[in-house]
């Protein structure tokens, strides 16, 4: 197990006391390019994507193996888990989003919006009435690398509902070059959501009140290629994957600080059996660092 040294950078004084372990571990490497991570508290692993090499690996935390948690996949992208303990899939090969039940067998979620194809649904998350967020830019059929290559059948990028009762799917933002990570914040009273495209690359936040989204202003911006996954922790403050590492955000938008990593980062999750073990997916590699900060309790 390779070790890099965790190196934080202050950039305001609310990032003073945020930090964790001298050394952070990369805990499997040889991926092309790695995203979705999701951890299960009552197995001890993580799962998470490698995209191009379409499978899903899972790494134990009781042994520190990684194997195939799923191959061929779909293409999976981005992860999450459900309130019930369920893995929620975003499958760009697949066009769609599904769950994987605890006997293993597999729900489709959404695959369809007024009869046409989704492009290819990247992020997920999922609200405490169960109602399913999730993105879908044309990453996956921009090319056959993460995908399968086609023409956008919806004819945009955009955010979209699965409403929990009836399965039905909705447009709730269509004003996105490419939407890609996104996350509610402690109370679900806003969403951040990445538009990984826009120049500069940027988070927007939208507030939430029944099921719809109003406002949209710019969170914060990126001064490290672009912006991917995103999580909020404990604290309420907001994290981002970029080209440098993690950019930390106060809850109004102030970039704090950063967590320097090696690689082009694309998502992170929290773990472990406290929250807080941070976990990384960044180019070819997954990294762990035990911090100071948790990830919110679900």
């Given at each position: 197990m390779?070790?890099?040294?965790?190196?934080?950078?202050?950039?305001?004084?609310?990032?003073?006391?945020?930090?964790?372990?001298?050394?952070?571990q990369?805990?499997?490497?040889?991926?092309?390019?790695?995203?979705?991570?999701?951890?299960?508290?009552a197995?001890r692993?993580?799962?998470?994507?490698?995209i191009?090499?379409?499978?899903?690996?899972?790494?134990?935390?009781?042994?520190?193996?990684?194997?195939v948690?799923?191959e061929?996949a779909?293409?999976?992208?981005?992860?999450?888990?459900?309130?019930?303990?369920?893995?929620?899939?975003c499958?760009?090969?697949?066009?769609?989003?599904?769950?994987?039940?605890?006997?293993?067998?597999t729900?489709?979620?959404?695959?369809?919006y007024?009869?046409?194809?989704?492009?290819s649904?990247?992020?997920?998350?999922v609200?405490?009435?169960?109602a399913i967020?999730?993105?879908?830019?044309?990453?996956?059929?921009?090319?056959?690398?993460e995908?399968?290559?086609?023409?956008?059948?919806?004819?945009g990028?955009?955010?979209y509902r699965?409403?929990?009762?009836d399965?039905?799917?909705?447009?709730?933002?269509?004003?996105?070059?490419?939407?890609n990570?996104l996350?509610?914040?402690?109370?679900?009273?806003?969403?951040?959501?990445?538009?990984?495209?826009?120049?500069?690359?940027?988070?927007?936040v939208f507030e939430?009140?029944?099921?719809?989204?109003?406002?949209?202003?710019?969170?914060?911006?990126?001064d490290?290629?672009?912006?991917?996954?995103?999580?909020?922790?404990?604290?309420?403050r907001?994290?981002?994957?970029?080209?440098?590492g993690?950019?930390c955000?106060?809850?109004?938008?102030?970039?704090?600080?950063?967590?320097?990593?090696?690689?082009?980062?694309?998502n992170?999750?929290?773990?472990g059996?406290?929250?807080?073990?941070?976990f990384i997916?960044?180019?070819?590699?997954?990294y762990?660092?035990?911090v100071?900060?948790?990830?919110?309790?679900v």
């Amino acid at each position: 197990m390779d070790m890099v040294k965790a190196r934080f950078e202050v950039l305001d004084e609310r990032f003073a006391r945020v930090n964790g372990d001298e050394w952070m571990q990369r805990l499997h490497t040889g991926c092309r390019w790695t995203e979705g991570p999701a951890y299960f508290p009552a197995g001890r692993y993580l799962v998470f994507s490698d995209i191009p090499n379409d499978r899903v690996l899972r790494w134990d935390e009781t042994t520190g193996a990684v194997g195939v948690f799923r191959e061929p996949a779909g293409f999976h992208n981005g992860h999450t888990v459900d309130r019930q303990g369920r893995l929620v899939s975003c499958e760009q090969g697949n066009r769609r989003v599904t769950r994987t039940e605890h006997d293993g067998t597999t729900t489709v979620l959404a695959e369809t919006y007024q009869g046409k194809k989704f492009n290819s649904p990247n992020d997920v998350v999922v609200a405490s009435d169960g109602a399913i967020w999730f993105t879908d830019p044309s990453y996956g059929i921009d090319s056959d690398y993460e995908g399968h290559q086609a023409e956008s059948e919806i004819g945009g990028c955009h955010v979209y509902r699965a409403d929990p009762v009836d399965g039905s799917v909705r447009i709730v933002a269509d004003d996105f070059s490419r939407p890609n990570g996104l996350a509610f914040s402690l109370d679900e009273s806003r969403l951040h959501i990445v538009d990984t495209r826009q120049k500069p690359s940027h988070i927007r936040v939208f507030e939430v009140k029944d099921g719809t989204l109003s406002g949209g202003a710019i969170f914060a911006t990126c001064d490290a290629g672009g912006f991917d996954g995103v999580r909020v922790d404990a604290a309420g403050r907001v994290w981002a994957a970029a080209h440098d590492g993690l950019h930390c955000f106060a809850p109004d938008g102030t970039r704090i600080g950063k967590l320097l990593v090696p690689e082009v980062c694309s998502n992170l999750t929290f773990g472990g059996p406290r929250r807080n073990d941070l976990f990384i997916t960044a180019s070819s590699s997954v990294y762990t660092l035990r911090v100071n900060f948790s990830g919110p309790r679900v």
